[in-house]
């Protein structure tokens, strides 16, 4: 089963939410732990038109509908496609950017803040067909500039560094010839100040982790912990600690205190 089956909802060693009054029931130990930390973070998106980028590889897809098996799908992945060439997707295929040229310049009138400037490559896959339905995929590479404001500790012994996580899909796209696509893409860009530190934190202490429970076999355990009558009137602590959402007419309550006529008869529901 998970941490957050309802078999462990009432374990004090699973992660779990926990009430103002349950915060401090619990604790037992400070640990130190090690961690990345993130001093500072920026995020940055835009649409990017008509950027055009160029196929570093590519090879056929396996599989790829068009009557091919996979063994006759690897012997042909260098051929080349055949014109005209169709657009299809593209997304990027990594969270980690590769950041060139950085540069970081503390400012004297913000001695907090430094301006990070850079290069940040973002790799994508692009899907495309050929005249003869046969799906390919290649790898191409977009490069977006920033310039930017960040929050830079101290020098230190163990040295910060700064990353990005990038993330990009498009919109639409055309091939324009020599392994070029003209693509309109939206882009999303994070930069991150991180250093590796080890943190004193409190502690409940180590969890308990459950055994893993088997799809099939939990088909009928929602259904078996049903109440096995049908509640007459509106419980309030029950549905708080439920978690019950009730809906009556056109009046709803996400705590289940909007069954003002005296039954849960007009619509409740788990969330």
Known sequence: MSFYSYKNSRSTHCPCSVGPSDVLNGLN??????????????????????????????????????????????????????????????????????????????????????????????????????????????????????????????????????????????????????????LDICVTVVLKVLAKVEILVPSYGFCDVPPCEEFADSVCDEFFSLPLFPQALCDEDALRARNVSCTCGTHSSITGLGCNAGTCGCGCSNR
């Open 29 to 182: 130990e400070k640990v130190c732990i090690q961690v990345q930390r993130v001093y500072d973070s920026c995020l940055m998106q835009e649409q990017l038109d008509k950027q055009r980028v160029t196929l570093v590889s590519y090879g056929l897809v396996p599989g790829c509908g068009c009557g091919m098996t996979n063994e006759q799908a690897a012997e042909v992945t260098n051929t080349q496609p055949n014109m005209p060439i169709t657009f299809e997707s593209c997304r990027s295929t990594a969270t980690e950017g590769t950041i060139r040229n950085l540069s970081v310049e503390r400012l004297c009138d913000r001695p907090c803040f430094a301006r990070v400037r850079g290069q940040i490559d973002v790799p994508i896959d692009i899907l495309f067909t050929d005249s003869t339905c046969r799906e390919y995929i290649g790898r191409g590479m977009i490069t977006v500039d920033r310039d930017v404001l960040l929050s830079i500790p101290d020098e230190s012994i163990v040295p910060y560094t700064i990353e990005a996580m990038v993330s990009a899909i498009c919109v639409s796209g055309t091939y324009v010839g020599n392994n070029v696509f003209e």
